[in-house]
């Protein structure tokens, strides 16, 4: 099994900017498929944001297009997912997740097969 462990959250002013990541063990991570995925408290889970295996691949939320990057360095088994220009919102906890299965479903999150923790982020006003 992996083991995901994710930092860097935190509180942010609006229009600030936030770096999250997220370290895994136990596997390489270039077998999976790698997404942050957030809950608000109350709400479902929403996709963010996926990176294919090889890094080449990548998909956003609509609503965070443009303003976030998800990365991967396979050779450090990590995971990154650079916010900028943050909006003010519910606070979120935000959860690194992998994917055993194909490209296509990515945006689903009871498709992820291993979470981390999560790391919790809150962007005021």
């Known amino acids: 099994q992996v083991q995901l462990v994710e930092s860097g959250g935190g509180l942010v002013q609006a229009g600030g900017s936030l770096r999250l990541s997220c370290a895994a063990s136990g596997r390489t991570l270039i077998r999976y498929i790698a997404g942050w995925i957030r809950r608000a408290p109350g709400k479902e889970r929403e996709f963010v944001a996926a990176?294919?295996?090889?890094?080449?691949?990548?998909d956003y939320a609509d609503s965070v297009e443009g303003r976030f990057t998800i990365s991967r360095d396979n050779a450090e088994n990590a995971v990154y997912l650079q916010m900028n220009s943050l909006k003010p919102e519910a606070p979120a906890v935000y959860y690194c997740a992998l994917h055993t299965g194909i490209w296509s479903r990515h945006t689903n999150p009871s498709t992820y097969a291993y979470w981390g923790q999560g790391t919790q982020v809150t962007v005021s006003s």
């Open positions: 990176i294919g295996r090889d890094g080449a691949s990548t």
